[in-house]
């Protein structure tokens, strides 16, 4: 097989696993523990703590261990609003089901909630965010990069905005991290969820940076782990993987881009100059280098999905965290593009592992795949296949 479903989840690095095993046999304890288990498994979170800030230049005590993105993003908003007299949030048209559906929970119960439309590239406009904000605004969370079209969303202005106004600022960062350099204190983030298994480590852990004086109302209470912040015994090995994944990304950040860069321009040049009537959708230089994400014209995009797995590629029409849901996309039907636009989309996002042999293999076979659809679509003549 070959795997072009990045933005889904990434193979766990064997140093990433060698790191946790250790966890599961040897060092068991509890960290709450005082005698030495527990002081081992104590220390070996530290210094995961420590390298999950290094990724991002914060400092161990800003970071919030998680079970992953969606607790981390539920405990940014929820968190926010608890603490918060003010009962409105903006957010975007664009974010992922993990900001949508607690906003959505939110309005239900009171909340007043302002969702910016995005352009045709996927990128919302600083004006609309300014036009939104009243006394009463308490939280404005924007995604750092989309997790369908990959597009950068200009961060350092939207904090410089929240800032201004002393609005708490968020950003969904699991499908940026390990993509491109991310310095907190330099773009001026307060809150910042991230995600394990986006960048080869190990599933169900993540983390939530938290800016030093930013105030958070916890979601889960119980033994007062994790400074009283999110009560439970610590998934340790998982947290040690994590920790690993996040100083490999950072030692690797540049020769990482390079590779993705590498094999994005080449699919990107192949399929465009190759298969006609295609689009590439998002941003064309605002996106994180490991993404690309297609419109092919008279074709389903689940059938092509299935078609590419039947010839042994994996890729995606958008996210996995949807519980297999066949939903059309809110993100591709924010930026305008119509339902047969939207049906015929393909995102194929390549990992550290992926290969230049692999991307030309993928595109020889999207072109015999396209084609073989394109016969037997209903819009054959509509487009003169």
Request: charged share 20%.
């Amino acid at each position: 097989m070959i795997y072009l479903d990045n933005a889904a989840s990434t193979p766990v690095h064997q140093k990433v696993i060698d790191e946790m095993m250790p966890y599961f046999a040897q060092q068991y304890g509890n960290p709450s523990s005082i005698h030495k288990f527990g002081r081992t498994a104590n220390t070996a979170i530290q210094t995961a703590r420590k390298r999950i800030g290094d990724l991002i230049n914060a400092e161990s005590k800003e970071i919030l261990l998680t079970s992953g993105g969606t607790e981390s993003n539920n405990t940014a908003i929820y968190g926010t609003s608890l603490q918060s007299k003010g009962k409105h949030i903006i957010t975007s048209s664009i974010e992922h089901d993990a900001i949508l559906e607690p906003c959505k929970h939110l309005e239900k119960i009171g909340y007043r909630i302002s969702y910016l439309p995005v352009d045709r590239h996927g990128l919302v406009n600083l004006e609309d965010l300014q036009s939104k904000i009243t006394q009463d605004t308490c939280l404005i969370t924007i995604m750092f990069a989309n997790n369908e079209v990959g597009t950068i969303q200009p961060i350092k202005e939207i904090s410089d905005i929240a800032r201004k106004n002393k609005i708490i600022f968020h950003t969904d960062a699991v499908q940026a991290i390990g993509k491109v350099p991310i310095n907190v204190n330099e773009l001026g983030i307060d809150l910042l969820s991230i995600s394990s298994h986006k960048i080869n480590g190990p599933k169900g852990v993540g983390a939530l940076y938290i800016r030093k004086g930013v105030m958070l109302s916890p979601l889960i209470l119980g033994g007062g782990q994790e400074n009283g912040l999110r009560s439970g015994t610590e998934n340790v090995a998982s947290i040690v993987g994590f920790g690993m994944a996040c100083k490999l990304a950072k030692e690797n950040m540049n020769q990482n881009i390079d590779h993705f860069k590498n094999l994005t321009s080449k699919l990107i040049a192949r399929v465009q100059s190759e298969i006609p009537k295609t689009s590439l959708n998002g941003h064309t230089e605002k996106r994180i280098p490991n993404n690309t994400h297609f419109t092919f014209l008279g074709v389903n995009g689940e059938d092509l999905i299935i078609k590419l797995d039947e010839n042994k590629i994996a890729a995606s029409t958008g996210s996995a965290c949807s519980v297999r849901t066949q939903k059309a996309s809110h993100v591709l039907g924010a930026m305008g593009f119509s339902h047969e636009q939207i049906t015929g989309s393909l995102r194929i996002t390549v990992g550290i592992t992926n290969t230049e042999e692999e991307i030309d293999q993928t595109v020889d076979t999207l072109k015999k795949v396209v084609q073989e659809l394109r016969a037997v679509s209903p819009y054959k003549n509509k487009y003169n296949f």
